[in-house]
């Protein structure tokens, strides 16, 4: 027996209402019942009822096909059966012949059907373990998607890991270095008001000492200098409270993804080991059709990508910024110790100077004390001498005197006369001269005493601005921080 029909060519058509298998009462118009066929053969057999009888042959295509065609009957031979005279030929319808060919069919027919049957039940059979075996293949494809899925996950996590790992361990370092730049700025407040308080204190330098010397210029470099140094430092300290909250957002950047990429591992792996018999496994009607995606494979490792990339770019950033930090740190230190040791140096240059200027102020005071003293002395010598030249005076006159009473002729202006006139004008010139001379060493008292008042005076001058030089700004300024403090490790 020759089959009809070949399962490579065949083809089902699904239905397209749903997705899901058609109910069993849907596919049971499909199927004729045996009290239905044997109700269309009796009425076929009833020729007086040969309308029923077409009627059923419309109903089963191959019947009535097989039938008209087959058979050989028509319309006409049907139709004459209702006519008056040819009612006595009714019940000699058919031939022997249209019966056997009738059964003929019939078994062709069944046969058809059979062979129709069983290679649609062959068809079904291959078709259920193609699509078995094309359902599994694409649960293992699918299966392995997720498990690449995974690897790709795995992947970015060690990288974001490593990334953050390094990025914790920079904003530590930045925090230490801003640590010891905040300790550094706090030291040269210290510096800086030593320096304000030698300002302060050298404006208490007295008249001639109140110069703008290279202490005070110094003094004042000083200041400059530390505050410059403290504005450098605050900038860099901005940065750096900056840098460091960049760096954080950075990590949280980094942390939300690694968050992220979490909660996808964990929902993938188990996606990854979930099996058809696996519990928990449902219908989801709809879920295929939708899609709530916002990234693609590219899209999704460049944002990873970019924030990994954002991250190194932020700590290259802080590890500059560190550098630049400690090159701050110890230039300003050097400045601040450098301008420190030049101060010192022109303190004691000036105090050498004062305290020269003060033993030269001592030595010419001395000097000038023994002046007023010999001084005051011929000054009593020449009152002496001026008294002791009135006596001679007093005799002169008192001679000259007693002569005029001499009588007559004898009023003789003789040679002891001229003598005695001689000598009165000589005294009287000399008592003048002393006179003058008195006169002289008493302006020259006291121009000696004033110049003893000018040196004590500036000799107090001098020891108060060495006192103020050596024992108020040299004793503060010995507490100016080391090193290692102005660059914050202390």
Same mark, same amino acid.
């Given at each position: 027996m020759e089959l009809m029909g070949s399962t490579l060519t065949a083809a089902y058509a699904r239905p397209k209402t749903s997705h899901f298998l058609p109910a069993i009462s849907t596919m049971a118009s499909s199927y004729r019942s045996n009290q239905h066929m044997q109700a269309m053969n009796s009425s076929a057999n009833q020729p007086w009822r040969s309308q029923a009888y077409y009627r059923s042959a419309a109903v089963i295509p191959s019947l009535s096909s097989i039938q008209r065609e087959n058979l050989g009957l028509d319309l006409t031979r049907a139709k004459t059966a209702f006519y008056p005279s040819n009612r006595s030929a009714m019940t000699a319808r058919y031939m022997p012949d249209d019966w056997f060919r009738s059964n003929l069919s019939k078994y062709q027919e069944s046969e058809s059907s059979r062979n129709g049957a069983e290679r649609l039940r062959r068809d079904t059979v291959r078709l259920m373990q193609d699509k078995e075996q094309l359902t599994r293949r694409t649960q293992e494809a699918t299966s392995k998607n997720i498990g690449e899925r995974l690897n790709d996950i795995s992947f970015w996590r060690s990288e974001l890991n490593h990334e953050i790992h390094n990025m914790v361990s920079e904003i530590m370092a930045l925090t230490e270095v801003k640590r010891r730049l905040e300790r550094a700025l706090q030291e040269t407040e210290g510096p800086l008001q030593v320096t304000q308080e030698c300002l302060y204190h050298r404006e208490k330098r007295m008249s001639i000492d109140l110069v703008h010397d290279n202490v005070e210029k110094d003094l004042i470099k000083e200041v400059e200098t530390i505050k410059l140094c403290q504005e450098k430092m605050r900038r860099h300290l901005d940065r750096a409270v900056a840098q460091l909250a960049s760096n954080r957002a950075a990590q949280h950047e980094l942390e939300r993804d690694i968050s992220d990429k979490m909660t996808a591992q964990r929902i993938d792996d188990r996606c990854h080991h979930l099996g058809n018999a696996s519990d928990g496994i449902g219908y989801y009607r709809g879920v295929e059709r939708l899609d709530p995606s916002l990234s693609l494979p590219d899209s999704w490792s460049r944002f990873t990508d970019e924030n990994i990339l954002r991250s190194q770019s932020q700590r290259a950033a802080s590890h500059r910024l560190r550098d630049e930090i400690d090159i701050l740190l110890n230039a300003t230190s050097n400045e601040m110790w450098?301008?420190?040791?030049?101060?010192?140096?022109?303190?004691?240059?000036?105090?050498?100077?004062?305290?020269?200027?003060?033993?030269?102020?001592?030595?010419?005071?001395?000097?000038?004390?023994?002046?007023?003293?010999?001084?005051?002395?011929?000054?009593?010598?020449?009152?002496?001498?001026? &008294? %002791?030249?009135?006596?001679?005076?007093? /005799?002169?006159?008192?001679?000259?005197? #007693?002569? $005029?009473?001499?009588?007559?002729? +004898?009023?003789? &202006? %003789?040679?002891?006369?001229?003598?005695? /006139?001689?000598?009165?004008?000589?005294? #009287?010139? $000399?008592?003048?001269?002393?006179? +003058?001379?008195?006169?002289?060493?008493?302006?020259?008292?006291?121009?000696?005493?004033?110049?003893?008042?000018?040196?004590?005076?500036?000799?107090?001058?001098?020891?108060?601005?060495?006192?103020?030089?050596q024992d108020k700004c040299m004793t503060m300024r010995k507490t100016f921080p080391s090193t290692p403090r102005l660059v914050g490790y202390t």
């Amino acid at each position: 027996m020759e089959l009809m029909g070949s399962t490579l060519t065949a083809a089902y058509a699904r239905p397209k209402t749903s997705h899901f298998l058609p109910a069993i009462s849907t596919m049971a118009s499909s199927y004729r019942s045996n009290q239905h066929m044997q109700a269309m053969n009796s009425s076929a057999n009833q020729p007086w009822r040969s309308q029923a009888y077409y009627r059923s042959a419309a109903v089963i295509p191959s019947l009535s096909s097989i039938q008209r065609e087959n058979l050989g009957l028509d319309l006409t031979r049907a139709k004459t059966a209702f006519y008056p005279s040819n009612r006595s030929a009714m019940t000699a319808r058919y031939m022997p012949d249209d019966w056997f060919r009738s059964n003929l069919s019939k078994y062709q027919e069944s046969e058809s059907s059979r062979n129709g049957a069983e290679r649609l039940r062959r068809d079904t059979v291959r078709l259920m373990q193609d699509k078995e075996q094309l359902t599994r293949r694409t649960q293992e494809a699918t299966s392995k998607n997720i498990g690449e899925r995974l690897n790709d996950i795995s992947f970015w996590r060690s990288e974001l890991n490593h990334e953050i790992h390094n990025m914790v361990s920079e904003i530590m370092a930045l925090t230490e270095v801003k640590r010891r730049l905040e300790r550094a700025l706090q030291e040269t407040e210290g510096p800086l008001q030593v320096t304000q308080e030698c300002l302060y204190h050298r404006e208490k330098r007295m008249s001639i000492d109140l110069v703008h010397d290279n202490v005070e210029k110094d003094l004042i470099k000083e200041v400059e200098t530390i505050k410059l140094c403290q504005e450098k430092m605050r900038r860099h300290l901005d940065r750096a409270v900056a840098q460091l909250a960049s760096n954080r957002a950075a990590q949280h950047e980094l942390e939300r993804d690694i968050s992220d990429k979490m909660t996808a591992q964990r929902i993938d792996d188990r996606c990854h080991h979930l099996g058809n018999a696996s519990d928990g496994i449902g219908y989801y009607r709809g879920v295929e059709r939708l899609d709530p995606s916002l990234s693609l494979p590219d899209s999704w490792s460049r944002f990873t990508d970019e924030n990994i990339l954002r991250s190194q770019s932020q700590r290259a950033a802080s590890h500059r910024l560190r550098d630049e930090i400690d090159i701050l740190l110890n230039a300003t230190s050097n400045e601040m110790w450098n301008q420190f040791n030049a101060v010192n140096v022109a303190f004691t240059n000036r105090m050498s100077e004062t305290a020269d200027a003060k033993n030269s102020l001592q030595t010419h005071l001395a000097k000038t004390i023994q002046e007023i003293f010999q001084t005051e002395m011929l000054i009593e010598s020449l009152k002496k001498a001026l &008294r %002791d030249k009135e006596s001679p005076l007093k /005799v002169a006159h008192t001679r000259l005197d #007693e002569r $005029t009473r001499r009588p007559n002729v +004898e009023l003789c &202006r %003789d040679n002891p006369h001229h003598r005695l /006139v001689g000598e009165v004008m000589e005294i #009287e010139d $000399t008592i003048q001269k002393l006179r +003058e001379r008195l006169m002289e060493a008493e302006h020259t008292l006291q121009t000696l005493v004033k110049t003893r008042a000018a040196l004590e005076h500036d000799l107090s001058i001098k020891a108060n601005s060495l006192f103020l030089d050596q024992d108020k700004c040299m004793t503060m300024r010995k507490t100016f921080p080391s090193t290692p403090r102005l660059v914050g490790y202390t």
